[in-house]
C-alpha cells in the first residue's frame, strides 16, 4: 500500500515537471519580456522589408539634369494619364500614372554595387544617358561602365555601373497610387514608352 501510494506520488510530480517544461519554452520569460521580444522581432522584420525594397525613393524632387531634352511629340503628353504595365516596386504594375514630365534620352538597365554596401543590385531600370558622369555624346554599349549621378535609390549615387541593355526612348517621369494603397508617388523617375498603355 506505501509503495504504491508512494508511486502515484512520484508520477504525479513527474507529470507536474512534464507540464511545466512544456509550457516554459520561452525561455523563463514572463510575459512582458515576451511581449518585447516579440515586438522587437516585429521591428526587425519591419526593417528588413525596407532594406529589401532596396532604399527605393518612391517619390523625387522633380528636378531633372540641365541638357536632358523635353520630347517634342511624345505619345503620352504632360498632363494626360496612361496605366502603368511595369514592376520596379510593389504596386506599380495596374496603377494609373498621370504623366508630369517627358523626354527623349537612352535609358539604360545597369547593375552596380550600392556605395552603402550591401547586395550588388542587378538590372535596375532605368538610369538615363543624362545621369552617368562623362558618358560623353553617343549611347554607352552593353558592358560598358559609367558611373551614376542619380539617388534613386540609396547607395546609387557616386556607384560604378555596368550597362546590362540600353534603350532610346521616350522616358516618363511620373505621378501615381499605388495599387497596394498607402501615398502617392510623385515625380517617379523612370518609365519607358513601353511600359505605359493607354487607358
Known sequence: MIKKKFMMGTMSLLAAFTLAACNSDDGGMNSDEQMEMDSSE???MDSNEDMDMGGMNHSSSGEVPEDLAEAENPTYEVGSQAMIEADHMEGMNGAEAT?????D????????????????????KWVIHEELEDAGEEPLEPG??????????EGMDGAT??????????????DFTPTTGGEEVVNHKWLTESELSAE
Open 105 to 124: 534620352t537612352t535609358a539604360y538597365a545597369v547593375s552596380f554595387t550600392p556605395t552603402t554596401g550591401g547586395e550588388p543590385v542587378e538590372d535596375h
Open 144 to 153: 560598358a561602365e559609367a558611373v551614376i549621378a542619380a539617388d534613386h535609390m
Open 42 to 44: 516585429d521591428m526587425n
Open 99 to 103: 504623366i508630369v514630365g517627358a523626354f
Open 161 to 174: 555601373a555596368e550597362i546590362d541593355s540600353a534603350e532610346e526612348t521616350t522616358v516618363y517621369m511620373v
